[in-house]
């Protein structure tokens, strides 16, 4: 056997394995809500989740600073930074549009405020950033959620540009 033979046995092996470990995460169902966890909390953490099977790597869940919170923040790639916004309802309401239709001017404001603190305390300003929001709306079946993932909804508000 030749090293070329040896090579397209590696990467047959390679692609197999790879496309069995992602039909695996993609198969894995959502986490059960707790008794005491809020609709939001819930939310944040289905959203986590979500982008786990997606190939995210979660950084930071909560991030808190005095001027403003982050839901999820995230890696695509090993390249970008992705700060995410998380808006759940428990039922969809009819003509209300969406969750994701409450991320107002305001609160992008904010979310690009505290995105920029969280680069700098990171020594992360080199790197791209993008802000995505995700909706879920629970409906009659929490275990099964509709999710809507919306990436780089908006570009970052205030004087310094930091998403690519």
């Known amino acids: 056997m030749d ?3 040896k090579r397209i046995g590696a990467d047959t092996a390679y692609a197999y394995l790879s496309r069995m470990w992602k039909n ?7 986490p059960k809500r707790g ?6 909390a819930y939310g944040e953490r289905v959203a986590a ?6 190939g995210y ?11 403003g919170e982050i839901d999820v923040i995230a890696v695509w790639e090993r390249k970008v930074v992705v700060f995410v916004e998380v808006k759940t309802w ?9 969750p994701s239709d409450a991320v107002d001017s305001a ?13 700098k305390r990171h020594r992360l300003l080199e790197s791209a950033g993008r802000a995505d929001v995700i909706e879920i709306v629970l409906g009659s ?15 970052a508000v205030g004087s310094f540009q930091m998403f690519s």
């Open 35 to 40: 008794a005491t966890e809020s609709v939001g």
């Open 107 to 119: 609160k992008q404001e904010k979310i690009s405020k505290t995105a920029m603190r969280y680069m």
């Open 49 to 54: 989740f979500f982008l786990e099977r997606k």
């Open 141 to 155: 079946c929490p275990e099964r959620p509709s999710i809507r993932h919306f990436e780089n909804a908006f570009e």
């Open 57 to 67: 790597i979660i950084l930071e869940r909560s991030y808190r600073q005095k001027s």
């Open 90 to 98: 428990a039922v969809c309401k009819e003509n209300t549009g969406g």
């Open 3 to 5: 090293a070329a033979t």
């Open 24 to 30: 695996w995460r993609l198969s894995r169902a959502y």
